[in-house]
Structures are given as C-alpha cells and as structure tokens.
C-alpha cells in the first residue's frame, strides 16, 4: 500500500507542477501584453512634438536655450565641437537625470577640458526639460538642422470676422 501512496504523492505533485506551470502561462500572457504596450508606449524617453520644421513650445524653448548657451561649445545643432561632444548623442545614451545634474554640475571631461556648471543660471536652469527635449527631437531624427518654426496651436488662431 505504500507503493500506490508514493505513486499518488509523484503523481499528486507532478499534477500540482503542471497546474502551477499552467497558471503561470495564463498569468504572463496579459503580463507580456502589457509589457508590449508599456514598451510601445515607451518608444521616447523623450516628450516633443515635430511636424515638418514646425514644434511645439518646449522644443522651440529648448532650441532658443540651446542656442543662446550651449551652442558656443557643443556645436550648431548640438553636433558637438572640436573640444565639446555632441549633446544629440549623449541625449541617447544618458538619463534625463544624468543630463540634469551635469547641466548643474558641471563636468571634468579631460585635463582642461570642463564643463562649467549651470545652477546659478536661471535661464538655463528652469528650460533643462526643454533642451533635453529639443535634442531629443534632434537624436531621433525628427528634427532637422536650423533653427526651427513654432506649431500654430488652436488658442493662437484668431477667430475670423463674424465669428467668437
């Protein structure tokens, strides 16, 4: 009798097994879904709207900020320069976090070559979203070279005569 009791545990637990292995497919399949869609959703780290040489505020911001302050060094179009590298792939490879705090920072890069910090820079400082975003616009392709035009939205259209 304690053959068939053994027989029934193996048994019991191999059934105990497959029902686990069973549940956790059924579990993971929504979980592969939803990690398909957050990864979908998640194609930019990156918040910029592009439509032909037209963007929206915080890209045009960030090109004006850009261009007002990093540019001397980092190059036209964030491309880089002959002593500071190119912002528009460093955007790919670093966090918004990273980005930020080199931009308060600063940054020894090489003997002699620094990268003074930006805290005490208002300007610089309350647009770092938006330079993050206008190089993301640039690393991803969306953008190109030049100084871009501002989106017309909706609240800046005047209403025609007659109307509102």
Same mark, same amino acid.
């Given at each position: 009798?304690?053959?068939?009791?053994?027989?029934?545990?193996?048994?019991?637990?191999?059934?105990?097994?497959?029902?686990?292995?069973?549940?956790?497919?059924?579990?993971?399949?929504?979980l592969?879904?939803?990690?398909?869609t957050?990864?979908?959703?998640e @194609?930019?780290?990156? +918040?910029?709207?592009? #439509? /032909?040489?037209? &963007?929206?505020?915080?890209?045009? =911001?960030?090109?004006?900020?850009?261009?007002?302050?990093?540019?001397a060094?980092?190059?036209?179009?964030?491309?880089?320069?002959?002593?500071?590298?190119?912002?528009?792939?460093a955007?790919?490879?670093?966090?918004? @976090?990273?980005?930020? +705090?080199t931009?308060? #920072? /600063?940054?020894? &890069?090489?003997?002699?070559?620094? =990268?003074?910090?930006?805290?005490d820079?208002?300007?610089?400082?309350?647009?770092?979203?938006?330079?993050?975003?206008?190089?993301?616009?640039?690393?991803?392709?969306?953008?190109?070279?030049g100084?871009?035009?501002?989106?017309?939205?909706?609240?800046?259209?005047?209403p025609?005569?007659?109307?509102?």
């Open positions: 009798m304690m053959t068939n009791n053994k027989i029934m545990t193996g048994n019991r637990k191999r059934g105990i097994a497959i029902a686990m292995v069973f549940a956790a497919a059924q579990l993971s399949a929504p592969a879904q939803a990690a398909d957050a990864e979908e959703e @194609e930019s780290k990156f +918040e910029y709207v592009v #439509e /032909g040489d037209k &963007v929206d505020a915080s890209t045009m =911001m960030g090109w004006e900020v850009y261009t007002g302050t990093c540019m060094c980092h190059g036209p179009d964030g491309l880089g320069s002959s002593f500071a590298p190119s912002l528009v792939r955007s790919e490879r670093r966090t918004f @976090e990273q980005f930020a +705090e931009i308060a #920072e /600063g940054r020894d &890069v090489l003997p002699g070559q620094v =990268m003074p910090s930006f805290a820079d208002v300007r610089v400082m309350s647009h770092v979203l938006d330079i993050w975003n206008y190089l993301g616009a640039r690393s991803e392709g969306g953008l190109g070279r100084r871009p035009k501002l989106l017309e939205s909706e609240t800046d259209v005047e025609e005569e007659g109307q509102g």
